[in-house]
């Protein structure tokens, strides 16, 4: 079965420094990764995925994440943090069907002015 | 087409009664998906219809749950006798059917459900 962790459930940060937020997965075969964004009482956008090919994928709102089979993770980060990035965000893994995503628990971003 | 959109954005209701939401996906994606998330925790998948069969249901989506997508459109669901442990937010996605390795999938606002 498929499982996303992602370790920090809140994470602060002041507007300018950098982020990393932490994704783990467990799949048995080739992730399909996905990072998605969650403002307050709002839906999911997604930031940027991860099939296959480069591992290091470029995301909207300059969000990059890096793919390392190795670890078995998919972090997400961003050089400077804008205050606007304050959101929950979420890591997903997709099934090989491409029917079904699995999600983390999320992560609180809050950004320090 | 301004996405997936969901209705109602907020719904309260007393136990026992039974509730209805409505999603509209994108309107040439081909894939709709239901989701539940409660407070604090990620999205956890409820199910999913490609046109109008149903495909995929979660253990999570009890015998209370049903959902339809006639005609391949828009789709509904119904939760009856509603608990107040189906408190959450419900979320609808929807994606193209292409290859595999290329459904990403676009969400709604969602519709929250308060059951009191």
Known sequence: ?113 | DTGVSQDPRHKITKRGQNVTFRCDPISEHNRLYWYRQTLGQGPEFLTYFQNEAQLEKSRLLSDRFSAERPKGSFSTLEIQRTEQGDSAMYLCASSPHRDRANTEAFFGQGTRLTVV
């Open chain 1, 1 to 113: 079965a498929q499982s996303v962790t992602q370790p920090d459930i809140h994470i602060t940060v002041s507007e300018g420094a950098s982020l990393e937020l932490r994704c783990n997965y467990s799949y048995g075969a080739t992730p399909y990764l996905f990072w998605y964004v969650q403002s307050p009482g709002q839906g999911l956008q997604l930031l940027l995925k991860y099939f296959s090919g480069d591992t290091l994928v470029q995301g909207i709102k300059g969000f990059e994440a890096e793919f390392k089979r190795s670890q078995s993770s998919f972090n997400l980060r961003k050089p400077s943090v804008h205050w606007s990035d304050a959101a929950e965000y979420f890591c997903a893994v997709g099934n090989n069907a491409g029917n079904m995503l699995t999600f983390g628990g999320g992560t609180r971003l809050m950004v320090k002015p």
